[in-house]
T-cell receptor, first 112, second 118 residues
Framework: GQQVMQIPQYQHVQEGEDFTTYCNSS?????IQWYKQRPGGHPVFLIQ?????EVKKQKRLTFQFGEAKKNSSLHITATQTTDVGTYFC????????????FGEGTQLTVNP | GAVVSQHPSWVICKSGTSVKIECRSL??????MFWYRQFPKQSLMLMAT?????????EQGVEKDKFLINHASLTLSTLTVTSAHPEDSSFYIC??????????????FGNGTRLTVT
């Protein structure tokens, strides 16, 4: 079945440093979605990428979708303590539209 | 504001009892809702897809008789953990999409329910 893999599993950075998490799917995706889950909270939708090679920015966050639509990345420039949380990528299932397969997530901690 | 409401936020129950968790879509009709389970520091694992007016679709390895799902209306799905045991302790999260069946529709998650079985 479809697998969505994410690396690294954990990342500790000093405030101000950059951070990147990578997502790879075993199958081609129609789109990739990114979610953020704060400690003790629930996942919150960040963004969706649809087109091959697409790049989207949200302030200090840059999201990329690979040319083959099988991988994606999230890059945060100059991390802040508010960026703390776990970042998940998710891709739609092969047979059902809204059903998502989530990656394992990257847990980001930011030291002030 | 929140578009999916989940209740209760946390619950502690004794082993052998049943617990019901409610998930409501607040400003849209959700013909499909999804129930996830999350263990500490792990990813979200889809348990089942709740379908309004029909039987839920369970993922492989999820016992349908233990995790009863009812989706009686377009805004409410319930998950009942029957005869709960300590190994059922986990974070249960529901989600729904404004455009079910669309490959490009993001999920809105409830706040989750932290279940502790003693």
């Amino acid at each position: 079945g479809q697998q969505v893999m994410q690396i690294p599993q954990y990342q500790h950075v000093q405030e101000g440093e950059d951070f990147t998490t990578y997502c790879n799917s075993s199958t081609t995706l129609s789109n990739i979605q990114w979610y953020k889950q704060r400690p003790g909270g629930h996942p919150v939708f960040l963004i969706q990428l649809v087109k091959s090679g697409e790049v989207k920015k949200q302030k200090r966050l840059t999201f990329q979708f690979g040319e083959a639509k099988k991988n994606s990345s999230l890059h945060i420039t100059a991390t802040q303590t508010t960026d703390v949380g776990t970042y998940f990528c998710a891709g739609p299932g092969e047979t059902s539209g809204s059903r998502l397969t989530f990656g394992e997530g990257t847990q980001l901690t930011v030291n002030p | 504001g929140a578009v999916v409401s989940q209740h209760p936020s946390w619950v502690i129950c004794k082993s052998g009892t049943s617990v019901k968790i409610e998930c409501r879509s607040l400003d849209f009709q959700a013909t499909t809702m999804f129930w996830y389970r999350q263990f500490p520091k792990q990813s979200l694992m889809l348990m089942a897809t709740s379908n309004e007016g029909s039987k839920a679709t369970y993922e492989q390895g999820v016992e349908k008789d233990k995790f009863l799902i009812n989706h009686a209306s377009l805004t409410l799905s319930t998950l009942t953990v029957t005869s709960a045991h300590p190994e059922d302790s986990s974070f249960y999260i529901c989600s729904a999409s404004r455009s079910p069946g669309s490959y490009n529709s993001p999920l809105h998650f409830g706040n989750g329910t932290r279940l502790t079985v003693t």
